[in-house]
């Protein structure tokens, strides 16, 4: 999120301050994905309480310099007035953008080839996020388009916006619609939304990251109750090989003074 306090304290300070204890987990990577909580919105920053957030066109220069190649949409941050307008700006620059603010799965995946390995993302927004809502998306259609996808890309990851703010634990919907996805072909599931770190679970031959967290946000002090958890969050780092199949490795980070991104602790090291 580069708006709000996060935009200005990114004018103040500058952005190389904020990312240069993470930047080279970001640069060691093949394909670098994340969650854009807050679109493009021109010169000024905007926010529109209580959820929706818009950060000013300079910040883009952040996202290039911490090396994304592609941004998910799909959150209840991003206005849907605003998607079109930061698509655009995204692409631009080489960035490839997907999912769209709207309930369910958007839209075609966006199919990426690295290093002779085919990657196929998908991306959806699930709020609430509850057995009604998700019976809606398991329908049989939707079954045979995963596997569909899954049969001519050698990996599938699912970038999903759903779960319970502030949970640390992923609840009971999140958890069966997760099982379903790796059943039908996904081989990854991310999660975001929540703002807390919820658990990286293996399941079958997928891997399920419920919540990723924060990565820069600044809900310091806006959020009191959650006893710092909201200043906390995940990187998740992935190796694959099309015979040998996958690895992970879990880097922990901390969000300081609202703006700056730092290395809590690593786990799970490959």
Request: charged share 15%; aromatic share 10%; net charge positive.
């Amino acid at each position: 999120m580069l708006g709000r306090e996060v935009g200005r304290r990114l004018d103040r300070y500058g952005y190389k301050k904020a990312f240069e204890r993470v930047l080279s987990s970001l640069h060691q990577a093949d394909l670098a994905i994340g969650n854009l909580e807050a679109c493009f919105s021109g010169d000024e920053t905007q926010t529109i309480e209580p959820l929706t957030f818009f950060a000013p066109n300079r910040q883009l220069i952040a996202l290039l310099y911490l090396g994304f190649d592609v941004l998910n949409l799909a959150n209840n941050h991003c206005s849907p007035f605003a998607v079109d307008y930061s698509q655009k700006l995204l692409n631009s620059v080489g960035i490839l953008t997907i999912g769209s603010p709207v309930q369910g799965f958007d839209g075609l995946p966006i199919q990426i080839n690295r290093n002779g390995l085919k990657v196929a993302i998908i991306s959806g927004m699930l709020l609430p996020t509850t057995k009604q809502n998700i019976i809606k998306i398991m329908q049989p259609s939707f079954a045979k388009s995963l596997q569909k996808i899954a049969a001519v890309n050698d990996f599938v990851v699912a970038t999903i916006h759903w779960g319970d703010e502030y949970a640390n634990i992923p609840n009971t919907a999140q958890q069966q619609l997760a099982h379903w996805l790796v059943h039908n072909g996904v081989n990854f599931v991310i999660g975001h939304h929540p703002h807390v770190v919820q658990p990286v679970a293996e399941y079958k031959n997928g891997l399920i990251a419920y919540s990723l967290g924060n990565f820069i946000f600044d809900q310091e002090g806006y959020i009191k109750t959650t006893n710092g958890l909201t200043e906390r969050g995940l990187m998740l780092r992935l190796r694959l090989h099309k015979k040998l199949g996958w690895s992970k490795q879990e880097i922990a980070t901390c969000i300081v003074d609202r703006y700056q991104v730092d290395y809590c602790e690593t786990q799970n090291k490959l």
